[in-house]
T-cell receptor
């Protein structure tokens, strides 16, 4: 157990629907990162929150949004789902924004299947 | 724009031999490099890292080499063990702390 909790582990939904993925960071970690891993692709950075504030955005679609709450848990909202959104979604956390000497701890991911 | 590239999607190596995984990057502003290991149905776990001011870092069976002029790093696993069979991701960190990952290399260690 890495200490980063992601729920649900699996999600199957239809095209056009909206889902919410949840992440609870490791105790004491203020930074939360979301990554998407599609089939045969690496981990694509989506968004980074630090202590409730958005710090950086990556290749995140406009149909996707995220937030980090006062208790530091984060939610990733995916709407108007398309078949191509099927992927593994990982959350990672770190004490401070990761940099020299600081690395992420990942959750076990949420596997989203859009049918 | 893929700034971190792992050009070998898979690697098969015999138990006891050396595994060498390669990674190239394009952004000279990256200042920290990491390797993560991922088993099926689990999230990536940190393996080893290296700062841009060093050219080698060793941790047990794992050694990472960095060639800044070539924008290239490699991970050596010696000796390889069956439990090393996993997907290995190379990652690079910029000054904002955002990690960019390569596509991963699937390592299979055979008996």
């Amino acid at each position: 157990d890495s200490g980063v909790t992601q729920t649900p582990k699996h999600l199957i939904t239809a095209t056009g629907q909206r889902v919410t993925l949840r992440c609870s960071p490791r105790s004491g970690d203020l930074s939360v990162y979301w990554y998407q891993q599609s089939l045969d692709q690496g981990l694509q950075f989506l968004i980074h929150y630090y202590n409730g504030e958005e710090r950086a955005k990556g290749n995140i679609l406009e149909r996707f949004s995220a937030q980090q709450f006062p208790d530091l848990h984060s939610e990733l909202n995916l709407s108007s789902l398309e078949l191509g959104d099927s992927a593994l979604y990982f959350c990672a956390s770190s004490v401070v924004p990761a940099g020299t000497g600081v690395f992420y701890t990942f959750g076990s991911g949420t596997r989203l299947t859009v049918v | 724009d893929q700034q971190v590239k792992q050009n070998s999607p898979s690697l098969s190596v015999q138990e006891g031999r050396i595994s060498i995984l390669n990674c190239d990057y394009t952004n000279s502003m990256f200042d920290y490099f990491l390797w993560y290991k991922k088993y099926p149905a689990e999230g990536p776990t940190f393996l080893i890292s290296i700062s841009s001011i060093k050219d080698k870092n060793e941790d047990g069976r794992f050694t990472v080499f960095l060639n800044k002029s070539a924008k290239h790093l490699s991970l050596h696993i010696v000796p390889s063990q069956p439990g090393d069979s996993a997907v290995y991701f190379c990652a690079a960190s910029d000054s904002w702390g955002k990690l960019q990952f390569g596509a991963g290399t699937q390592v299979v260690v055979t008996p």
